[in-house]
Structure formats: C-alpha cells, structure tokens
C-alpha cells in the first residue's frame, strides 16, 4: 500500500487522458448516484476503469515486463515494485508494479481499489459501488496485449479460483482492500 502514491505528479495527467476514452469525457469516481441499481454501478465504474486502461495502453504504451531483480527468501517468486512514475517512465511494468499503479490511478479519483497478492502472482480489484456491494478484477499484465473486457475475464477467474480453493481463506493469498490500510495507518 506504501507503493500507492494517488497524489504523485503523474496521476494527474494520467486521468486525463483517461476521460478522452469516457464517453461522458469525465471521470468522477463513485457518482453515480442514489438511483443507481447495482447493475448500473458496475457499469459506470467499469467505464472509468476500461478508460484508464485504455490511457495506459494506448497512450502509455505500458506493457509487461518481467523484472525478477528484488530481495528475498530462496523459495519466495520476487519482483522489485516500481512506484506508478517509474513504471510510466518505462512504458512497462510487472504484475506488483501495474497492481500499483492502477490502486494509484483509482484511489486518486476516490475509488477503492484492493490489492490481490497471490504466492506468486498480483493484480487490482476494485468495489464498483461505494459500500463494497460488488467487486471487479484486472490483470494489469494484458495492458499492452489485451482488451479491456479480456483482462477483467482473466482477473475475475483467478480471483474465483482463489475463492474457491479457500486461498484467500487460508492466507495463501491476499485480498487487501486499500481502504483498510488506509485506515490501519498505511499511507
């Protein structure tokens, strides 16, 4: 979560850009409004989402790269984290630094993003309604060489699969909410 940096400088262009790929041309977060059915949060939450992906992909370029130079244990998978403005700054990142970056892109418009960390493997997910009424993945890694609808497939199966086989249960694999570290002092 320390790795999040929503106010960095580089954010801000980078929402920019997203709204060009909005049809309303803005992007305003959790604003859809009371009358809004859960099915009509998804969708205006998922649409602000697919436009910073788009901005990453298109206008970023951003593509994975594998960066395995890092610390840790002989039996432990390492990845160095980059901060978002690194990643921006090599037009690439690896799965840890994309889950970064993205968590950075949708806290900064007031999202909730949650941080996926699996033994070897991460990527975001998001509450697409405000009170965590419903949740969405992404695997940041098919930036550069998928369609948004593909990513979230991808993400969604292995977030189910990790449910499934009682990963997430066990501690195995992680499921942080940003708003949670936020508020157990993790800035």
Known sequence: AAWVTPHAAVIDPLMRKAAEYHSEKSIAGYQ???????????E??????????????NDYRITYINSPIAFANGGDNPQRVRLPKDAIAANSANCIDGTVLYASALESIGMNPHLIILPTHAFVCYDTMPEKEGITCLETTMTGSATFEEAVAAAQEQYQEEITNGNFKSGASRDYPLSDLRAAGIL
């Open 44 to 57: 205006y939450s998922n649409a602000q989402v697919k436009a910073v992906f788009n901005a990453l992909k």
């Open 32 to 42: 859809c409004g009371e009358s809004c059915s859960e099915q009509e949060w998804s």
